[in-house]
């Protein structure tokens, strides 16, 4: 599988590998990391929407 979506890439996948300028710049298990992660190693910054919306998420969205 090859995406973009966050959400399909971690309802599915077992793991995920980033590439960046023809090099593979990051791999884990999927149950090991989070799409906060996973963005990082794609974009190389830490402070992105995804990051910054799931730190303003409650336990109860979280749960569902």
């Known amino acids: 599988m090859i995406s ?4 399909d890439v ?3 996948a077992d ?5 960046g300028s023809a090099a593979t710049t990051a791999s884990s298990p999927v149950s090991q990391t989070t799409s906060q992660e996973v963005i ?3 974009t190389g ?3 992105n ?3 910054a919306r799931a730190s ?5 969205e979280d749960a569902s």
């Open 45 to 47: 910054a830490t402070n």
């Open 10 to 12: 971690m309802a599915v």
């Open 49 to 51: 929407p995804v990051s």
């Open 15 to 19: 793991g995920s590998w980033c590439c």
């Open 40 to 42: 990082a190693a794609i």
């Open 56 to 60: 303003r998420r409650t336990p109860e």
């Open 4 to 7: 973009h979506s966050m959400a």
